[in-house]
């Protein structure tokens, strides 16, 4: 107890942009990655913030992955676009846990057609 070193958000970083894939060496994160990380920490939830505006501002950059650096001024600017308090974020990003710890429903544009129903056989 008290062994586990305190979560630092360049760590959770490295961990994220390795999340799914062990052999990436965690310099760089993807889209999808920094999306799922944003999820897990309950910021990105479609409503207030949504996976538009994090492509959007992360497609900025001309790149498909983002490097450290780049990826604070992503944040910044987030943050800065939804009116985010800045520390808080990133707070939450550090404390959100391990990629995995907490189940994350990522949205899948097929999702739609598995409740979808003609307006005939709707009921009013």
């Known amino acids: 107890m008290g062994d586990e070193e305190a979560a630092t958000l360049e760590g959770q970083f490295y961990e994220f942009s390795r999340?799914?894939?062990?052999?990436?060496?965690?310099?760089?994160?993807?889209?999808?990655r920094s999306d799922f990380w944003m999820r897990q920490a309950k910021l990105l939830d479609d409503r207030k913030l949504t996976m538009t505006d994090?492509?959007?501002?992360?497609?900025k950059?001309?790149?498909?992955?983002?490097?450290?650096?780049?990826?604070?001024?992503?944040?910044?600017?987030?943050?800065?676009?939804?009116?985010?308090?800045e520390e808080k974020c990133r707070?939450?990003?550090?404390?959100c846990g391990l990629p995995g710890q907490t189940p994350v429903?990522?949205?899948?544009?097929?999702?739609?057609?598995?409740?979808?129903?003609?307006?005939?056989?709707?009921?009013?």
Do not use: H
């Not at 999340?19 to 999808?32: E, F, P």
């Not at 994090?54 to 497609?59: A, K, P, R």
């Open 91 to 95: 707070e939450t990003l550090t404390n």
């Open 105 to 124: 429903l990522v949205p899948q544009y097929r999702d739609f057609f598995a409740t979808y129903k003609p307006k005939e056989k709707l009921p009013f």
């Open 19 to 32: 999340m799914l894939d062990n052999k990436r060496d965690g310099t760089t994160i993807t889209l999808y």
């Open 61 to 85: 950059f001309s790149k498909s992955e983002l490097d450290w650096d780049e990826w604070n001024q992503f944040l910044d600017e987030v943050c800065e676009l939804k009116e985010f308090d």
């Open 54 to 59: 994090t492509g959007i501002l992360f497609n």
